[in-house]
């Protein structure tokens, strides 16, 4: 009978073995014993585990998958922001990057290290003495989501890493993707249990990070490679960016085997040509190179601008392209009235997925290009941008193509199309008549920072709209038009729901004059020009009765945003609607006009972090902004001060790096209050 001792060392033996042969399965791709052995020992472990349950350990590989489903991902600061990089698309931009690079480290020639440039999802994994105990998505680079679990159920990923020279926290960034052949399998399943197959790797790797199950996660054939660091409570040995990596990959985690240093820009371009010519046959998807300057000290010197390190660049493949039959050319009324042609074309694969429609743009394009109904046509699809019709294969051109004639009425509701002097977009006056825009501008009007209306979302309002109950925003506050009956007998509502859907719709009657004005839709205005026009003029009537030189006297609001505002409270349907909402209980407080009262704050830059108590964020910056000040999201040495509240993650830190005053809350309403602070 072994005794506990016997056991645990079992279990550390049986460990290092396993760990020994996924690194060499996982990462090296290079298995060492047959995978019935692999199972064999896995086994012998689950049943040692079975044994003695108190020896069991997170990093155990028994371990990768086992946690409850979350109920969502909690939100993870980046000690070391997740930046961008810049873009390059020609061998003209690289020349300009590597003339850039060389300039400002004034030098005639730099070694690069490049890598190909995986298309998948950018991820952060920490390690504490070795022990992988986070994982977090890029999501804006400063915050990321939690998805350690999920991270977990990757083999290639160690959940200790190996050896022990590892500085005691390290922070490694990489790109979770899915191999072609991976995806391929993943698609088969996914038909087979007659679920919808995903459209291209990157987007079937994203997804299966975000299950909130992560034992869905481990059924998807994910893996990772590692391109470099972020915090390191230690310094790495080696002085270039390669021999981090090669650190990376002592340590047991996955790197790149295509990675090289190479010489100047002209090894850049060899290299970037030699990997385009091999791409088809990599088995993972990619979409450019990333070139960084190797030597770290350089970087240093380089450093960085707001987004992006000076010191790197991702050199983009030319977008996909294919050729299809264009059948027809049909016009889109969009949210604003806007008529775009739009292509049906012939199912075509194209940038990763099954193409059917493609934007045409606008009429004077349609023009230019000389697209006809029955043409053979060049169509791109590049990263996520919407498929875009490139060019007309003219000698392909049959004799019946026709030729297109932009609608002089709207195809939706008929009302007269009109195309402004200097606009290249034809509109539908019908405003908020026509039911295409009708859907776009209720939910538009409901959004979250319009006029809040929780639980109506964009199908429910497609649902009414279409069932003939909502012709115009203000119909959503006429019981008559929208009583509780009707909303209890849809499917999957029922009393509970329609009295809750009812309550927020009558909670949004209270507003704010920014806020109703931003809700309406009138195009170019946001809600910074809304919060200026509100501040402004303080009441409503004197906003829509404004003539155009009072207009022009707001800050932020130019000629296009002028005629906008005019055209729009011109429309006797546009003031029709608004007497309705405000009769049917729709009210705001008046604000003290920005032109009748002081600005103690004008021309001072706040940025707003962390949760309030005594005020949300939106009412701070809605109170800072009545005051004259600019309310911005970033930090940088012109920000004026920094309002802290609970929780306040790393825009704190760069505060104090960058010598920004920091207010907290009591600070903040003590300025509101007209009182002087002190930095």
Not at 214 to 229: D, F, Q, S, W
Not at 484 to 512: F, P, Y
């Amino acid at each position: 009978m072994p005794t506990s001792t016997d056991i645990a060392v079992s279990i550390a033996q049986l460990r290092v073995e396993i760990n020994h042969h996924n690194h060499y399965y996982y990462v090296l791709d290079d298995p060492q014993i047959p995978d019935a052995e692999y199972d064999r020992l896995m086994q012998r472990l689950q049943a040692l585990e079975l044994q003695a349950p108190e020896l069991i350990t997170p990093d155990s590989p028994t371990q990768r998958v086992g946690a409850k489903p979350l109920s969502g991902f909690a939100e993870v600061p980046h000690a070391v922001a997740m930046l961008s990089l810049d873009n390059a698309f020609s061998d003209d931009d690289m020349l300009a990057f590597d003339a850039r690079v060389t300039k400002g480290l004034e030098v005639d020639e730099v070694i690069y290290c490049a890598e190909p440039k995986l298309d998948g999802l950018a991820v952060s994994l920490r390690y504490e003495r070795g022990l992988l105990v986070r994982a977090a998505t890029r999501g804006d680079g400063r915050v990321g989501e939690d998805i350690t679990q999920n991270v977990r159920t990757i083999n290639s990923v160690p959940l200790r890493l190996m050896g022990d020279e590892f500085p005691p926290v390290l922070e490694v960034r990489g790109e979770v993707y899915m191999s072609r052949a991976g995806f391929d399998a993943l698609n088969k399943r996914q038909r087979d249990h007659e679920e919808k197959p995903f459209a291209n790797p990157r987007n079937a790797a994203a997804g299966s990070l975000r299950q909130l199950d992560p034992k869905i996660t481990a059924t998807r054939p994910l893996a990772m490679y590692c391109y470099g660091v972020g915090e390191v409570d230690e310094a790495l040995s080696g002085a270039s960016h390669r021999d981090i990596l090669a650190c990376l990959k002592e340590w047991g985690l996955p790197v790149s085997p295509e990675t090289k240093e190479v010489r100047g820009v002209a090894g850049c371009l060899e290299y970037y040509h030699q990997i385009g010519e091999k791409r088809a046959a990599l088995p993972y998807e990619i979409d450019g190179v990333v070139f960084k300057v190797n030597s770290i000290r350089q970087q240093q010197a380089l450093g960085f601008v707001s987004r992006a390190p000076r010191w790197a660049i991702a050199h983009k493949f030319p977008a996909q392209e294919e050729m299809t039959r264009l059948i027809d050319i049909d016009i889109q009324v969009g949210r604003t009235g806007a008529l775009t042609p739009v292509a049906r074309l012939e199912a075509v694969f194209v940038g990763g997925v099954t193409v059917t429609n493609a934007t045409l743009h606008n009429e004077d394009e349609v023009r230019r290009k000389d697209v006809r109904a029955g043409d053979m046509v060049v169509v791109r699809r590049a990263g996520d941008v919407i498929p875009e019709v490139v060019s007309v294969v003219l000698a392909a051109r049959p004799d019946d193509a026709r030729a297109f004639v932009m609608p002089t009425d709207c195809p939706v509701c008929g009302s007269e199309v009109r195309r402004a002097e200097g606009e290249a977009v034809s509109r539908c006056s019908g405003g908020l008549y026509c039911s295409a825009q009708r859907k776009e501008a209720i939910k538009h009007f409901a959004s979250r920072r319009a006029m809040d209306i929780e639980g109506l979302g964009d199908k429910l309002v497609e649902q009414l709209v279409e069932m003939g109950w909502l012709n115009s925003v203000a119909d959503l506050y006429d019981r008559s038009a929208l009583p509780h009956e009707k909303l209890a007998g849809m499917a999957r509502m029922g009393d509970k729901s329609a009295d809750n859907l009812i309550a927020a719709i009558d909670k949004s009657k209270q507003t704010t004059l920014a806020r109703f004005l931003f809700s309406l839709g009138i195009r170019e205005v946001g809600q910074t020009t809304a919060q200026s026009l509100a501040n402004h003029f303080g009441k409503l009537p004197a906003i829509m009765d404004a003539d155009e030189e009072a207009l022009l006297a707001v800050a932020d609001v130019g000629p296009v945003v002028v005629a906008n505002l005019r055209a729009f409270f011109h429309e006797s349907h546009n003031r029709e609607v608004i007497e309705s909402l405000q009769r049917l209980g729709v009210q705001w407080p008046d604000v003290a006009a920005k032109r009748d009262q002081p600005q103690p704050l004008a021309g001072q830059i706040f940025v707003l972090t962390g949760s309030m108590e005594s005020m949300t964020r939106d009412e701070a910056k809605a109170k800072l902004q009545a005051l004259g000040a600019k309310v911005t999201a970033s930090i940088s040495k012109k920000t004026r001060y920094l309002v802290v509240g609970a929780d306040p993650g790393s825009k704190r830190d760069k505060a104090e790096k960058l010598g920004v005053p920091i207010l907290d809350e009591a600070a903040l309403e003590s300025l509101l209050a007209g009182h002087s602070v002190t930095d």
